[in-house]
């Protein structure tokens, strides 16, 4: 089992350019989460899709900042443009969402490290 | 989703049982109480789940009381690897807290 894919794992870039991260989540489940970590805020919920379809959005900071899910293997969260107080990492997690509402057990990448200048 | 409270941080010595509380006194009937530990760096790390009874796993126990107010994390014989911070969540959106920081001693 691969696991959570993220990429890129690193990215540098400048202030206003845009920036796109990349999750491919485990084959088989239909609950995908992007989450934000900094030392002052801490672990932050962005967004979450159930079955690719956005379910909550209420913790995606701006406008600047999207997220898709074309399918069930892939998503995506971009930044245009990228600020200074967008550097983070940047986690990706994906689980399997019972018919019941219980969410499982929350299977976390290995994270994208993003710095703006 | 309810909220929780934790201590920002803990000691424990090596080999001995570390006991983490999570208070979560606004929880509703039907939502579950989970632990996620990080460990530096990485991404955070499924431990354990439970709605009412204790439960065990290979990595830990989780004791809920009676009124599901407050639950407890017990690593039996804490080693050095599990130096990390510890998350309380209640409820199925998955929302992080600060948690508490464990510091496993030799």
């Known amino acids: 089992d691969a696991g959570v894919i993220q990429s890129p794992r690193h990215e540098v870039t400048e202030m206003g350019q845009e920036v796109t991260l990349r999750c491919k989540p485990i084959?088989?489940?239909?609950?995908l989460f992007w989450y934000r970590q900094t030392m002052m805020r801490g672990l932050e919920l962005l967004i979450y899709f159930n079955n690719n379809v956005p379910i909550d959005d209420s913790g995606m900071p701006e406008d600047r900042f999207s997220a898709k899910m074309p399918n069930a293997s892939f998503s995506t969260l971009k930044i245009q443009p990228s600020e200074p107080r967008d550097s983070a990492v940047y986690f990706c997690?994906?689980?399997?969402?019972?018919?019941?509402?219980?969410?499982?057990?929350?299977?976390f990448g290995e994270g994208s490290r993003l710095t703006v200048l | 989703d309810a909220k929780t409270t934790q201590p920002p941080s803990m000691d424990c010595a090596e080999g001995r049982a570390a006991n983490l509380p999570c208070n979560h006194s606004?929880?509703?009937?039907?939502?579950?109480v989970y632990w996620y530990r990080q460990i530096h760096s990485q991404g955070p790390q499924y431990i354990i789940h439970g709605l009412k009874n204790n439960e065990t796993n290979e990595m830990a126990s989780l004791i809920i009381t009676e009124d599901r107010k407050s639950s407890t994390l017990i690593l039996p014989h804490a080693t050095l690897r599990d130096t990390a911070v510890y998350y309380c969540?209640?409820?199925?959106?998955?929302?992080f807290g600060q948690g508490t920081e464990l510091s496993v001693k030799p």
């Open positions: 969540i209640v409820g199925g959106k998955l929302i």
């Open positions: 084959s088989g489940h239909n609950s």
């Open positions: 997690a994906s689980t399997v969402k019972g018919s019941g509402g219980r969410t499982g057990e929350l299977f």
């Open positions: 606004t929880i509703s009937g039907n939502e579950y």
